[in-house]
């Protein structure tokens, strides 16, 4: 184990011990968290069916919100080494001298860019590279990275900073006064599912109780999804003690407040590929409730096995391979189902890896690392964000953050599920900058509600030699309109000013203008509303 592990465990049976404590605490949490009658399915309010919310302005603008948009998180439970994930070729030569044993050698890396390379077991991402569904940001972390593997991923998890013990999730938080009267009109479709990664507080409100439906194992959900319950009554011994159990699995059965649901949507719903793996059953449902019209947004997956401190190579490569693997199938399947652009899907980690492999051929604990989101809505590939720095270094020898996480919370938000931005600050506790580099941009269709419930209406009509921005304001307020690229870099400002209540349009001049053929966006700010969406320039 290497000897400079963080600032706290000096030597290498200190890390190890603490390392032990550290997976003891971790393990123990898990299963405190998922106690309860229905064995590992959270469904529950005052051990009742699901929930209790209380209030935040982001559920307000989330319920305003009609969005049929829905993100998908992939966690990559464990740590994942992110230099052997998206491999820094600009300097390959100190990455190989710092991992003797397990860098990827250079005859099996696919090139994403010049300057950047998956392994070529992850090939499976290339086409989606190609069609500009896949897009990295490097070099994502926090301030004083936390190397617990339950606190930082209670970090991750809560949006909060490191010094800071939030147990609520930024997802729970997101859904919190969706509902008000929750007990008495709960919602029609589950707001979220997450499957496996238990312990997690992502969907945890600020009451500390889970929204949503939790399962251990995609076994779970599918006997939910196929048969309406989890429990079969009738497979009991014929004797008292046969009696009891039918009497408990009954009631836990009446627990599943959204086992109807969600079994209608899986009968509608098909899957027109074959997956493998857990990972692959797991967004196999997904895929299959998104195709039968669940209606849910926010669902989670996840995949272990990521702390690699020994032995790196004999269960990383296979790890890869799986996500790649399997959401290639995911977006194929999705695709088959006419639904693929409204779907976002993103992984992350609790942290990085080390730079220097250890003595067991594998990497302790590190601090930041890349992130992979996949969808059409990316608009264009990319490796965003600062590259790793293998010389500069932190104070313990780890790679230095250079996006904070939330950067990318506020900017799946606001510019994929259409929020807010006044509502994303207050939720995430703090205004974060957007990543306009992502390409994500509203729907056109859809309405964009403010944080005052008004709505504002857009469009753009298409003229010989110019575009119409077309908009209605429900009162007098300042209007901002902004052009940018797809890589959200500023073009041009069409107009900045008041304007009084009713219809409006401001004309983007294309003939004469040197702006070269391509896809842009337009953002209308009025107020504290953004509404943005995609315009074709052609020649």
């Known amino acids: 184990m290497s000897h400079n592990h963080t600032k706290r465990y000096g030597s290498a049976l200190e890390h190890g011990q603490a390392h032990e404590r550290d997976h003891n605490q971790w393990s123990r949490r898990s299963f405190i968290r998922n106690l309860g009658l229905a064995g590992g399915v959270s469904m529950f309010l005052n051990k009742l069916p699901l929930s209790a919310l209380s209030n935040s302005p982001l559920s307000m603008a989330l319920g305003q919100n009609d969005s049929n948009r829905i993100l998908v998180l992939i966690r990559m439970q464990?740590?994942?080494?992110?230099?052997?994930?998206?491999?820094?070729?600009?300097?390959?030569?100190?990455?190989?001298?710092?991992?003797?044993?397990?860098?990827?050698?250079?005859?099996?890396?696919?090139?994403?860019?010049?300057?950047?390379?998956?392994?070529?077991?992850?090939?499976?991402?290339?086409?989606?590279?190609?069609?500009?569904?896949?897009?990295?940001?490097?070099?994502?972390?926090?301030?004083?990275?936390?190397?617990?593997?339950?606190?930082?991923?209670?970090?991750?998890?809560?949006?909060?900073?490191?010094?800071?013990?939030?147990?609520?999730?930024?997802?729970?938080?997101?859904?919190?006064?969706?509902?008000?009267?929750?007990?008495?009109?709960?919602?029609?479709?589950?707001?979220?599912?997450?499957?496996?990664?238990?312990?997690?507080?992502?969907?945890?409100?600020?009451?500390?109780?889970?929204?949503?439906?939790?399962?251990?194992?995609?076994?779970?959900?599918?006997?939910?999804?196929?048969?309406?319950?989890?429990?079969?009554?009738?497979?009991?011994?014929?004797?008292?003690?046969?009696?009891?159990?039918?009497?408990?699995?009954?009631?836990?059965?009446?627990?599943?407040?959204?086992?109807?649901?969600?079994?209608?949507?899986?009968?509608?719903?098909?899957?027109?590929?074959?997956?493998?793996?857990?990972?692959?059953?797991?967004?196999?449902?997904?895929?299959?409730?998104?195709?039968?019209?669940?209606?849910?947004?926010?669902?989670?997956?996840?995949?272990?096995?990521?702390?690699?401190?020994?032995?790196?190579?004999?269960?990383?490569?296979?790890?890869?391979?799986?996500?790649?693997?399997?959401?290639?199938?995911?977006?194929?399947?999705?695709?088959?189902?006419?639904?693929?652009?409204?779907?976002?899907?993103?992984?992350?980690?609790?942290?990085?890896?080390?730079?220097?492999?250890?003595?067991?051929?594998?990497?302790?604990?590190?601090?930041?690392?890349?992130?992979?989101?996949?969808?059409?809505?990316?608009?264009?590939?990319?490796v965003l964000g600062k590259a790793p720095d293998l010389q500069d270094v932190d104070d313990v020898g780890n790679l230095k953050f250079g996006t904070d996480f939330r950067e990318i919370y506020a900017t799946v938000l606001e510019n994929w599920l259409c929020l807010d931005k006044e509502a994303v600050d207050l939720a995430l506790g703090q205004s974060f900058d957007r990543m306009g580099e992502l390409g994500l941009s509203c729907n056109p269709t859809t309405p964009v509600a403010n944080f005052a419930g008004h709505q504002l209406f857009h469009k753009a009509v298409y003229q010989q030699d110019q575009i119409l921005i077309q908009y209605e304001l429900p009162h007098s307020m300042p209007v901002r309109i902004d052009i940018s690229n797809v890589a959200g870099q500023h073009v041009t400002t069409l107009f900045d000013g008041m304007q009084s209540q009713g219809q409006h349009q401001i004309p983007f001049s294309i003939g004469q203008s040197r702006i070269p053929a391509s896809i842009y966006i337009y953002s209308i700010r009025a107020g504290n509303t953004i509404a943005s969406q995609k315009i074709r320039v052609a020649r």
């Not at 086992?259 to 997956?275: L, M, P």
């Not at 799986?322 to 693929?340: H, P, R, S, W, Y």
Request: hydrophobic residues 35%.
């Open 78 to 382: 464990g740590g994942n080494d992110g230099l052997n994930t998206i491999i820094p070729l600009f300097d390959y030569g100190t990455y190989r001298s710092k991992r003797p044993t397990i860098h990827i050698p250079e005859n099996q890396i696919i090139n994403l860019t010049d300057e950047f390379g998956i392994p070529n077991y992850m090939g499976n991402l290339f086409p989606l590279w190609e069609e500009g569904q896949m897009k990295v940001i490097n070099s994502v972390g926090y301030p004083d990275q936390n190397l617990s593997h339950f606190r930082s991923s209670d970090i991750w998890a809560s949006a909060s900073d490191a010094n800071v013990n939030d147990q609520s999730g930024w997802l729970g938080r997101l859904l919190d006064n969706k509902y008000p009267d929750y007990l008495n009109n709960p919602p029609t479709n589950p707001p979220a599912i997450q499957i496996g990664g238990t312990g997690n507080i992502l969907f945890n409100n600020t009451d500390m109780t889970t929204l949503g439906v939790i399962v251990n194992n995609p076994e779970q959900l599918a006997e939910i999804a196929e048969t309406g319950v989890l429990y079969d009554p009738n497979d009991v011994p014929d004797c008292y003690y046969g009696e009891q159990l039918r009497h408990v699995r009954t009631v836990a059965n009446s627990t599943f407040f959204y086992a109807d649901i969600i079994a209608e949507a899986f009968e509608r719903g098909n899957n027109a590929v074959e997956y493998e793996q857990s990972l692959g059953e797991q967004l196999a449902l997904v895929a299959r409730l998104i195709k039968g019209n669940l209606g849910t947004q926010l669902y989670m997956v996840s995949i272990d096995g990521f702390d690699t401190h020994a032995s790196q190579n004999n269960a990383h490569p296979f790890l890869l391979s799986t996500i790649a693997n399997e959401v290639q199938k995911f977006f194929e399947d999705l695709t088959d189902g006419g639904c693929a652009e409204n779907v976002l899907a993103m992984t992350y980690s609790e942290f990085g890896r080390r730079i220097e492999q250890n003595a067991s051929a594998g990497t302790d604990h590190g601090a930041a690392a890349p992130m992979m989101l996949f969808g059409a809505g990316l608009n264009g590939n990319g």
